[in-house]
């Protein structure tokens, strides 16, 4: 997956249609918690066994899918419209979680 690309298509497809003006960080944020709460809802009220099954229909499987590409897209817009780099600032947290984490018996994350 190239991620600068995609960030590319996307202010394109924004730019297309003259919706720049509304890809402010601050709406960007808010729809990209929009589409996680629309992720959620296909598994509010499943118990743990029928979330985990909910992806072996077909048509489930894809509204799924859609909704978590629906998140990516709009995470990707706003490391775009805030200037992070996205790709870095997955390697630098991860890093960051290793340290916080540290595995049981000394193992070193790399
Ligand atoms: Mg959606």
Known sequence: MDVKALQRQLRDFAAARDWQPYHTPKNLAMAL???AAELLELFQWLTPEESRSLTIDVADKERVADEIADVL????????????????AVLAKLAKNARKHPVAGGREYK
């Open 73 to 88: 897209l709009y995470l990707l817009q706003l490391a775009d419209h805030t200037g992070v780099d996205l790709e870095q």
């Open 33 to 35: 918690m929009v589409e």
